[in-house]
């Protein structure tokens, strides 16, 4: 069993930045591959990034260029940074995990980013 604990959310400028933390308990992160999703109100969650456990990563089209994702294995912890932020990027966002062999998932329950003038 894997829990999940997002923070970092908050309310900023557009244009600005926010680094989101993802920390894992219960298990290491090594045999976990992770993302980040979102969802803005009245829409579905939607893919935002990855990490695979030999650290490759994989984008959305929209946040390329823009947000950066890592993992440090001896933290147990997930970050995104976010530069260069958009009213449109507004949404809670939430951690996955998922186990590389079984592929059984755990979900954090999410952080708000809020980004307005």
């Known amino acids: 069993q894997v829990q999940l604990v997002e923070s970092g959310g908050g309310l900023v400028q557009p244009g600005g930045s926010l680094r989101l933390s993802c920390v894992a308990s219960?298990?290491?992160?090594?045999?976990?591959?992770f993302g980040w999703y979102r969802q803005a109100p009245g829409t579905s969650r939607e893919f935002v990034v990855s990490?695979?456990?030999?650290?490759?990563?994989n984008y959305a089209d929209s946040v390329k260029g823009r947000f950066t994702i890592s993992r440090d294995n001896a933290k147990n912890t997930m970050y995104l940074q976010m530069n260069s932020l958009k009213p449109e990027d507004t949404a809670d966002y939430y951690c996955k995990a998922t186990h590389h062999r079984s592929g059984i998932q755990y979900w954090g329950k999410g952080t708000l980013v809020t980004v307005s003038s």
């Open positions: 219960g298990s290491a992160m090594g045999p976990y591959h």
């Open positions: 990490i695979s456990m030999y650290s490759s990563t």
